[in-house]
């Protein structure tokens, strides 16, 4: 009996360079957490100036990671526009159900498309991983129905392997602790406004600061203090 082929994580890295260079000019879907951080700067590698990570400023992003995200995007002079998302302003959203984040995304997508449309851009990416693929991610339907691609799930690469490969690039992101959104704080069913993702904002900084992550922890203590 055959032993089948075990692909190396260097062979997965060289898979996801050849994929990116592949794309032509390219919108990241950014957010700052440690896939979609490392999906920029590997696309900036790769691209150069023909990719721009995009990331939304929302009312259910917190503020420390906004500015976060934009710090990492700075250290290693990616490309980076932020723009301005308006799923607040439906009723699909604002109803909190279980595909609460598939209109999220949908909406991400439909301002990034007409981003590409203005600014001469081919592709958009973002930062799902093969382990994603066993979750419930509505998502994902959204990137789907967009066209959008998925450049680390093509290479074969684990939420451990995204890591590994931060890691040995020397990125600060590789160990950085998943968040989701400040939306997700509120239970299905109860209607997301504006104003409850700030409330729950106090929630998300003491959950990451019982973490005790290390300099993730420091850096929600002083964002509390600024």
Known sequence: MSVPDVISLEQKRSALEQNLQTLGRTLIAYSGGTDSAFLAWAAHQA?????????????????????????????????????????????????????RCYHCKDELFT????????????????????????????????????GVTAPLLHAGLSKAEVRELARKAGLRIWD??????????????????????????????AEAARRGQGRWARIRAAWRGA
């Open 47 to 99: 691209l150069g100036e023909n990719m721009l990570a995009v990331i939304a400023d929302s009312p259910s992003l917190a503020r420390f990671q906004l500015s976060d995200a934009v710090a990492f995007a700075k250290e290693h002079t990616i490309p980076l526009d932020v723009v301005r998302t308006n799923e607040f302003e439906s009723p699909d959203y604002v109803r909190n159900d279980g595909r």
């Open 111 to 146: 301002v990034m498309e007409a981003f590409g449309r203005q600014h001469g851009f081919e592709t958009i990416a973002y930062g799902v991983n093969v382990d994603d693929q066993g979750d419930f991610r509505p998502g994902q339907s959204a990137a789907a129905q967009h």
């Open 176 to 205: 950085k602790p998943a968040s989701a959104c400040l939306s997700s704080r509120i239970e299905y069913g109860r209607p997301v406004t504006r104003e409850k993702p700030s409330h729950t904002a106090a929630l998300h900084q």
